[in-house]
C-alpha cells in the first residue's frame, strides 16, 4: 500500500496541491507534506478523510496507490 502515491495522485486528478489538502482535512500543510513523501504515515480517519475530498471510497484511494 501506497498512500503517498494515492495522495499524489488524487491531486493530480484534482489539480490541487497540498496547501488545498490541508485546508480541507484541518491539517497542518507539513503534514501533508510529509504524508505525500512517505515521511508519514496518515492514520484510518485522516485516510478517510482524504477519500471524502477525494469523492472516493478509501478502498478506490488506496489502490490509486497500488497501480
Known amino acids: ?10 491531486l493530480a486528478r ?3 496541491t497540498q496547501g488545498w489538502l490541508s ?7 507539513p503534514t501533508i507534506c510529509h504524508y505525500c513523501t512517505g ?5 484510518p480517519e485522516r485516510i478517510r478523510q482524504m477519500a471524502e475530498v477525494f469523492g472516493m471510497t478509501v478502498s478506490e484511494f488506496i489502490a490509486l496507490g497500488e497501480k
Open 14 to 16: 484534482e489539480g490541487k
Open 39 to 43: 515521511k508519514a504515515q496518515p492514520g
Open 1 to 10: 500500500m501506497d498512500l503517498a502515491r494515492s495522495i499524489r495522485i488524487g
Open 23 to 29: 485546508e480541507q482535512i484541518g491539517a497542518a500543510r
